[in-house]
């Protein structure tokens, strides 16, 4: 009997047995199987062992894309070679603005391939399907925001792809990941795991996650083949920029209750031995005051001493100062929660926009800001990622997290590049509270812990 190999539910059925680590039995069916992602290796195995097979599983026909239209920079161009040159599987990191996307589609140009690319938001997905249609030439599918169908070279939000994958997994032999962090999710990572494309990329300004779980990307996308950073590309493909950071002191009656709620926190911490040392430590303290009232007032007093410290009232006083320093030019303050959005829209009559935000409402904003009739927004995460957003020449750090994706994300919103201009990131950071620890971390890794 011939092997033969078919494409079933994200799965590669063979129909005889193969000696291989990674394929099972399944007594239901009584095939052979394994996941799409060792779909490669599997034909390199079998090829290296010269056994016979029938492929029925991946859909190989051209993509037959027209023509290119654009070009890539030096570097563009040498990560794409770095990428092919290390088995076309792999991760490329290069800051927000520095043209990730054109290295996909040339990607896909020159590879001819059928393509399934990742996105995390509809407004993501409708810039990559513009950005085909432009540069290749080319109408692309659409999985998410109500549409529904395929097509040589698609676009998918994550959710509608995990929803999708098991059924079209074996349609495309390239998949691209943008803003890949969000893959190695327990359920997006899915994705990887039950397409068989054997060519993989991801794109990222900062892959790192908070969990650990980027480590995982190596398995379903491939390592860091290529990375920049923003300091890399400063005055001549991004806008030069400078770091600032401010410190703003708590009033009396919020040092009190910050100490308070601080020390509620950090007597727990040392009663039970407990070292925070990353972000799976606190999850060991949330699953805690599941069943532990100590650990769930300790839990509570820890956020509302951030609340306190994130949200200082001199922090609006600084803002003020920051803006009239700045009158004239074009600001975006980023802050951590929707607290201070609008209280700082409210008193300084500004725009916000938020996650609850009516597209409408928020696609008026940032037109009026992009024409200068705004010269100030303010948003929470929001705008961190997956929304096209026009040029600012400063952003303000109000308050944030110690993630260095974060603080990439919103450098990034400031270093398009506009001849003349120098870019000017601010943070407003609360003396002797947890702020400036994370201040330092998110830094740290992008431009060198600055401050």
């Known amino acids: 009997m011939v092997l033969k190999l078919k494409y079933q539910g994200g799965t590669v059925v063979m129909n005889e047995r193969v000696e291989l680590p990674f394929v099972k039995f399944d007594g239901r069916s009584g095939n052979y199987k394994c996941l799409g992602i060792f779909y490669r290796k599997l034909k390199e195995d079998l090829e290296r062992s010269d056994v016979k097979y029938i492929d029925e599983v991946l859909d190989t026909s051209p993509l037959n894309a027209g023509q290119f239209h654009g070009k890539l920079r030096q570097y563009q161009r040498e990560a794409l070679d770095v990428w092919k040159s290390t088995g076309m599987r792999g991760v490329i990191v290069l800051p927000t603005g520095g043209g990730k996307t054109m290295i996909a589609l040339r990607a896909i140009y020159e590879l001819n391939e059928r393509a399934l690319i990742l996105v995390p938001t509809i407004d993501l997905m409708n810039q990559w399907t513009r950005n085909i249609r432009e540069v290749l030439g080319i109408k692309s599918g659409e999985l998410g925001g109500g549409s529904h169908e395929t097509q040589p070279v698609t676009v998918a939000t994550y959710d509608s792809a995990l929803s999708y994958i098991t059924h079209i997994g074996n349609r495309f032999s390239f ?48 390592p860091v083949i290529y990375k920049l950073t923003p300091r890399d590309l400063a005055g001549t493909y991004l806008s030069e920029f400078k770091l600032r950071k401010i410190t703003v002191n708590l009033n009396d009656d919020e040092l009190r209750e910050y100490r308070k709620n601080y020390d509620i926190y950090s007597s727990y911490l040392k009663s039970r031995g407990i070292i925070m040392r990353s972000p799976r430590s606190l999850l060991r303290l949330v699953m805690l005051s599941n069943r532990d009232p100590s650990a769930r007032r300790a839990l509570l007093a820890r956020n509302e001493a951030n609340r306190i410290s994130l949200n200082a009232r001199s922090k609006i006083d600084a803002l003020i100062t920051i803006l009239e320093e700045y009158k004239g030019k074009s600001v975006i303050v980023f802050t951590q929660n929707n607290e201070l959005v609008y209280r700082v829209s409210q008193l300084l009559l500004v725009p916000a926009i938020t996650h609850i935000t009516p597209k409408s409402e928020r696609e008026f904003i940032l037109k009026s800001f992009r024409e200068g009739r705004y010269k100030v927004i303010v948003t929470s995460k929001v705008l961190d990622e997956g929304i096209d957003v026009p040029d600012a020449s400063v952003g303000v750090i109000m308050s944030g997290t110690g993630s260095s994706r974060e603080f990439i994300q919103r450098l990034g919103r400031i270093l398009r590049k506009v001849s003349g201009k120098q870019a000017e990131l601010v943070e407003i950071v609360t003396k002797n509270t947890t702020e400036p620890r994370a201040s330092y971390r998110r830094k740290k890794s992008i431009v060198g812990g600055t401050g």
């Open 175 to 222: 998949l691209i990941a943008d803003e890949c962090h969000h893959l190695p999710a327990p359920s997006y990572s899915e994705i990887a795991l039950y397409s068989v494309a054997p060519h993989r990329m991801g794109l990222s300004a900062t892959p790192e996650r908070e969990d650990g779980l980027h480590t995982e990307l190596n398995n379903l996308l491939g």
